[in-house]
C-alpha cells in the first residue's frame, strides 16, 4: 500500500507536467519512558505517517525543483500535493546539476538484520529496564546523592522510496536505548555523567544495572576535581571523545561542505592530512549498524568507503548533487527525511582501531591529559581551528593522579590528525560514529 501511494503520487505529477521526480514515505512508532528515583516522570508514545514528493520540471538550462511533505495520506491530498509540488517548481531557477541520480539504482538489497524480530517492549517492560538502571546507579556508592534520570526508549521505523526512473525499495529498522544520569556529590561538591546502550535489537543491549553501575563509576570518578595551569602536553581521547572529533571531521568530508568552500580539506583530495595511524572507514552495509540501509535517500545502493586510508584523504562522502558539483560519483551516502531534499550524512562512519588498550596508551604516554568529556561547539570547519571545553584525569609517569575540570583543549583538527601518535584497540559503537581512542602528541590545554 505503501508504495501504491509513492506510485500514485508521482504518477499524478507526471501528468501535471513533471520531468521526473522522487518520493520517500516514513512511518514512525515509538515509546519513551523516563523514571527519577522510582517514580515515572513521563512516558511518551508517538506514531506519524509522512509523505515527502520531490519534483523536478524541465527550464532553461536545467532541471527546476520543489520538494513538499503531507501527514494527510488520503487521495485527495495526495493528488493535491502532486499538483501543488509541480506548480512550486515551475517558480524555482533553474539548476544544470539538479535531478535524480544517472547512476544504477540498487538491485537485490541485502537483508541488513536492521529490524528486531522480537515482539516490541511493552511500556511496563521499558519502565522495568529504566528503573533498574536507575536503582544500580543508587546503590552503586553511598556518594550516589540525586539523578537526573533514566530512560528506555524503543522505535520502529519503516522507510518506502521510489522514483520515476522505476526504483522502487523499502526496509525496516528498529532501535532500543537505555540510559542513566546520576549524581554523584561530596565535600560540598556534586558532579554528573551519564551512560547509555544502543541496539538495533533488544538482546544486544547491556543489562540495565551495568548501565546504571558504569553511569555511576563515571560520575564518582569525577568527584575532587582540579583545574590545571595552561600547558602544551600529550591528550588522550577515549572513545566517546575521539567520536566527537571525528563527527567534526565528517562535516568537513561532506561534499556540500567541499563544494561550497567551507571545508579546510576541500583541496586535500588524495594527499596526506593525518598520520600513518589514521584510517577512516564509511560503510552502510554494516549487519545490524545503526547507521546501515540497504539504499540511500535517493535509491542509490550503500556501499563500503574508505575515506582515509594510512594517513591519505581518499575520497569525500556525497550523494548526487554533491557529487555532480564537484565532478564525481555519488558514494551513496545521500540522506534525507520526508520533507527535505537530499544532503550528506555518514552510514557507518569509524575510525580503524589499533592493537594498545586505553592503559597502554595511558601508561606509554607518561605525562598528559586523558580527555573524557568535551563541551560546547567551538570547531571551525574552514580552519579546522578546534577548542573544546574538557574534562578528564590528568596523568603522570603513566599513571592517573585525579580528576581535572573547567579547562579547554585547543589546537587545529588538521594538525591533530598529523600528530595522531597512537590509536587505541578500544572501538565502542554508540551510534552511526564511532572511534577508539586516540592519543595525540600535542595539544593546547588552557587553564588558569
Known sequence: MSLELIERALNRARNAGAHSGDAVLVEDASTEVRVRGTEV???????????????FVEGDGGLRQAITSTSDLSDDAVDRMADETVALARATAADAVAGLPNAPFATDPPDLALADTAES?????????????????????????????????????????????????????????????????????????????????????????????????RALAQLGSRRLTT???????????????????????SGYSVYRASSFLGDRLGERIGSSALTVIDDGRVPGGLGSKPFDGEGLPTRRTTVVADGMLKSFLLDHYSGQKLGLASTGNASRSAGSAPGVAPTNLW????????DQLVQSMGTGLLVTKLFGHGFNPVTG????????????????????????????????????????????????????????????????
Open 385 to 448: 581551528d578546534f577548542s573544546r571545553g574538557a574534562a578528564g584525569v590528568w596523568i603522570e609517569n603513566g599513571e592517573a593522579t585525579g580528576p581535572v575540570e573547567e579547562i579547554t583543549v585547543a589546537g587545529n583538527l588538521g594538525e591533530m590528525l598529523q600528530n595522531i601518535d597512537a590509536v587505541g584497540s578500544d572501538l565502542v559503537w554508540m551510534g552511526a560514529v564511532a572511534a577508539p581512542s586516540l592519543r595525540v602528541s600535542q595539544l593546547t590545554v588552557a587553564g588558569e
Open 121 to 217: 517492549p511493552s511500556v511496563d517492560t521499558l519502565v522495568g529496564d529504566a528503573q533498574a538502571a536507575e536503582a544500580a546507579a543508587e546503590a552503586y556508592d553511598e556518594r550516589i546523592v540525586n539523578s537526573e534520570g533514566s530512560s528506555a526508549d524503543t522505535g520502529n521505523t519503516r522507510v518506502h522510496y521510489g522514483n520515476t526512473a522505476g526504483f522502487q525499495g523499502s526496509y525496516a529498522r528498529t532501535v532500543h536505548s537505555i540510559s542513566a544520569q546520576p549524581i554523584a556529590g561530596a565535600d560540598g561538591a556534586m558532579q554528573t555523567d551519564y551512560w547509555f546502550t544502543v541496539a538495533r535489537h533488544r538482546k544486544a543491549l547491556e543489562d540495565p544495572a551495568a548501565v546504571g553501575r558504569h553511569a555511576a563509576e
Open 231 to 253: 600547558r602544551e602536553t600529550p591528550v588522550i581521547f577515549d572513545p566517546m571523545t575521539a567520536r566527537s572529533m571525528l563527527s567534526s571531521l565528517a562535516g568537513c568530508l
Open 351 to 358: 575510525i580503524e582501531p589499533g592493537t594498545q588498550s586505553l
Open 41 to 55: 516522570e513521563h512516558v511518551k508514545q508517538s506514531r506519524e505517517r509522512r509523505l515527502g514528493l520531490r519534483i
